[in-house]
């Protein structure tokens, strides 16, 4: 790469916009080009390339001294960047959220950094921050469905904020955990709140040994996370089997409320339930939890609703999914991704609060940003400097709008329902979960292991004498161990195919319930998806899987004896 | 604007890139060029609009139905939002730390937006992650010149993290307390670890009343957020006073450590100092603490020593500043934002950690992403979801190299003392720091007043008897009260003019400590700036000064009488 000799007057050229657009578009040029190529390419969804050679292309150890000219610079991105990204975009690609996103949205990305606002503060982001706000009305009115009085009266009221704007799902779930932390220990007379006190003296002021978070097994970890983050400790969430639906065990949930009053009363102590937690669309499986319910016993225990939508939240903008998130309504806060079913690119989350004053809770100040009198954004967030983001789930509302997100979910719901009929049709691979939001869980039970597994679970439901039901349901667990090392190695294999794509995770909540099985993961959001591409996909997928069967045939053999 | 026919194909047609770039082009020329209008116009550095005039525009209470062209939308941003937006890259804009950024930073965003990796795994993140680590390891080189050796092994490690790429300073900081408060609190045959028993439990188990955080007066306050958070509680976060050089004030630290011990041994408790933080660039006023004392300071108190270089911290890829951070090499961690210092857009955060393995505290695994085999970068990280931001220093670093950089910050140093000097020059400003990176702080004082004050201040200094030091001390209380009044009106007519814009807080550390001190406050590292432009700020605000002295007037001499 050939050295630039570096001068001030070099350097200033690099921030001035150049004097003509067309001079800037030779380089636009060939940065898109550059994209062209790498989506036209069709050799697979990764160039063949392993980890550690990746790691040799990438291993110089200290921050280059001379400047480079842009153009190189470009190509070597070219040549060692795009070329080994994942392409994701792909219709091929069906194992994770992360899809294609329309094109507009570069020409967003464009405008943002140009622009270069700071949400922080409104003397850093004028119009952006009431972007901003419209937006969070938008979503809090898709959500809670007040009525347009209270938007009218706080849609771009500074002094409240319905929600934030987020890096992501994770610090959405943070920030709704934070308010429901502050709401379960609040400030009075004698007690200056959870935030200035922390968590011992919370707990000791209002005579808690500990808070704990409910939610189901199919939670996101960055609950986990939150609960680390806030000082809870881990331990304290609690997790609640999910039912075979992938749904809440209400049941459970109850029996767990009862126990820990019961366990308080015991041991002469008391927890606080700080938070129950509803999923809404599971990162695994995309199914809903009962909103209803959870609701219902959020409220009689007193505890903060929380709805993690991170996934499934954005379908609310269609009316036809609402019966779905039944409650929802009910719910404290609910956070939502743009950069999921938003087909916004990486990343942004958006959390709302039905109350809009929950978020004074959080509400900061300081001297030379947000002071007391400000109408700052960065007083209700967590972060701190923040990107005008919101521009592309806004634009992208008015682009597509509520009409077209209905075709977009519709279409994803085709290719869910078409996929899974394509896999049941091909007599080699099981479905495994009850597809709500355009997520798929399947895996590979050879035909015969099929018809013996069935034929095991169908009599098992027959027999009375226990020792008979011990030795099947032993028969029935080894035969399930074997598939999910099966499975593991499907995956994998796959992934080195390198034409389709697949993740896979592991539920206990299968009708095999409670033997953990592995399953690939297919979530079919891309619009670009269709009947042949899925057909593809499975014969594919079929193929690797037909190799895979005679390598473990005598070890299936000896299961099924 | 017009309504768009939705349907699948329409749709579908977004998500694919145009098959000609010349057709993608077109509306590339037309948000260029919407950028370049924006940026040419000469009218100051908003639109002039009043906030209830922009609540106005942004009004619409739902979101939209139908589909609309991209044409029209982006016509809308043009209209509603980049003509409102605030001229943060105008070299007249001194006031905050977003700066003007590179045109190149425009091509990045396009490549990080047309990939939409999500760094949070290697399935959708391939050689994204390696240019992520390798951009962590130049600046953990930067930071704490380990060997080759250590660099070569560590470089492209997976098992390891030498840090993490976040969305911000805050959360740079949060991730280093969250490690802090691991290392304090760690598992032992006995305990899970705070991580997994909470703050009540481990304070308990370590026989500890409170955990501290110590950091000057000066600290962000990300750092009282991040206490919130972890469930210290804010009133855990003690500050020290800043000496007049605006760095923590070592023998107060002392002083107050040793109250500290004393006071638990007089009450019986004991308090954990869980860290102790360097502020390396304050927020305000731009200097250094002295961060070889406070490394021996954590030391001797087996404290967790975290430096907030957010602001200053890319300072250190240029050798002439290394001497101003003298002792970073003994923190165990560093946070550094490269959307200040390394001129990338909003917002991208970086968290070093001295010790490889530091990371390992916050490791997460589960199911479907970051199984415990796995080489995720998801593994190590707070947020969840990430976007290939760190793709913009990494280019950066390239094309504008360390030489470059220093070139950048010559001139950024340059202009700060020019400014100075020009304040001095016309008489009637105060400067009240003393710059080291590129922040100056002053007030108006009118010339005649000035004279007086400083009469005062040095008469003060010759007086014995009490009563005469308490008279004039009051006097000058009185005056300096009449001037953070003057400052603030002046800011906020300076922002009202709309062709200069300075930023302003209140300092009490001073020369008039304890009084706090309304000041003005500019950052001066947008290359684009010179004399001239310096010389125009000064004779623009100089003139609104003017105008406000004459209706000071009363006041100003009635205090100086």
């Known amino acids: ?99 294609a996103v329309p094109y507009f949205m570069i020409f967003l990305e464009i405008i943002i950094a140009a622009l270069n606002q700071n949400q922080v503060k409104i003397e850093t982001a004028k119009a952006s921050s009431f972007v901003e706000r419209e937006l969070i009305a938008w979503m809090h009115r898709i959500i809670f469905n007040r009525d347009e009085k209270f938007y009218r009266k706080n849609i771009q009221n500074p002094r409240i904020a319905l929600g934030n704007v987020t890096s992501g799902g994770t610090i959405s779930n943070l920030t709704a955990l934070m308010v429901a932390r502050e709401r379960a220990f609040p400030a009075d007379r004698n007690f200056p709140g959870i935030r200035k006190a922390g968590v011992e003296g919370a707990l000791n002021y209002y005579g808690y040994s500990r808070m704990v978070i409910l939610v189901s097994r199919r939670g996101h970890y960055s609950i986990r996370k939150s609960a680390n983050l806030l000082g809870l ?85 269609v009316n036809e999914y609402r019966s779905l998130f039944r409650g929802i309504e009910k719910a404290d806060s609910v956070s939502v991704d743009a950069h999921k079913l938003l ?21 900061t100040i300081s001297q030379y940003v947000n002071r007391p009198d400000s109408v700052d954004t960065g007083r209700f967030t967590i972060e701190g ?35 899974k009929r394509i896999l049941e049709e091909s007599g080699n691979f099981e479905i495994l979960n009850y597809p709500e939001l355009f997520i798929l869980n399947y895996r590979l039970v050879p035909q015969h292991i099929m018809e013996k597994l069935n034929e095991w679970v169908e009599r098992k439901k027959t027999l009375s004498n226990r020792d008979d039901i011990r030795d ?64 593809k996909i499975v014969s594919t997928q079929n193929n690797i899987a037909l190799k895979l069967m005679d390598q473990f045939e005598p070890i299936l053999k000896e299961a099924i004896t």
């Open 343 to 363: 087909y916004c690119p990486m990343a942004m989350g958006i959390i709302i609060f039905r109350n809009e004053k929950d978020l004074d809770h959080l509400k």
């Open 472 to 535: 099947l349901t032993k028969k029935i667990r080894k035969i399930n161990s074997v598939l999910n090392n099966l499975n593991v190695l499907l995956q994998k294999s796959i992934r080195q195919d390198d034409t389709t794509f697949v993740s896979r995770t592991t539920l206990e909540s299968t009708k095999y319930r409670p033997q953990r099985i592995v399953v690939l993961r297919a979530v079919l959001i891309n619009p670009l998806i269709n009947k042949d591409i899925l057909k």
């Open 233 to 317: 400790g881990e331990k304290n969430v609690i997790n609640i089997p999910a039912d075979i639906y992938n749904r809440i065990n209400i049941k459970a949930l109850r029996r767990n409320i009862h126990s820990i009053k019961r366990s308080d009363l015991e041991r002469g102590k008391k927890t606080k339930i700080m938070s129950i937690i509803g999923v809404a669309g599971t990162t695994e499986t995309g199914n809903i939890d009962n909103l209803m319910e959870l609701g219902d016993i959020a409220r009689e225990e007193g505890a903060y609703f929380h709805v993690d939508a991170a996934w499934g939240g954005s379908a609310l903008i």
């Open 385 to 419: 400097s923040r990107p005008f983001a919101c521009l592309k789930p806004w634009a992208s509302l008015k682009i597509i709008g509520r009409d077209g997100y209905r075709l977009l979910f519709g279409q994803a719901r085709e290719a869910t329902f078409t996929f």
């Open 1 to 99: 790469m050939k050295k630039v000799e570096s001068s001030l007057e070099y350097l200033r050229k690099l921030f001035i916009m150049p004097d003509s657009p067309d001079k800037f578009m030779e380089f636009g040029h060939a940065v898109l080009e550059m994209i062209h190529e790498f989506f036209q390419e069709k050799k697979g969804l990764h160039k063949k390339i392993t980890l550690p050679e990746l790691a040799q292309i990438f291993d110089q150890t200290s921050t280059p001294e001379d400047p480079h000219l842009i153009r190189d610079v470009l190509q070597e991105i070219k040549d060692k960047v795009t070329v080994h990204s994942v392409k994701v975009g792909s219709p091929h690609y069906i194992g994770h959220m992360t899809s």
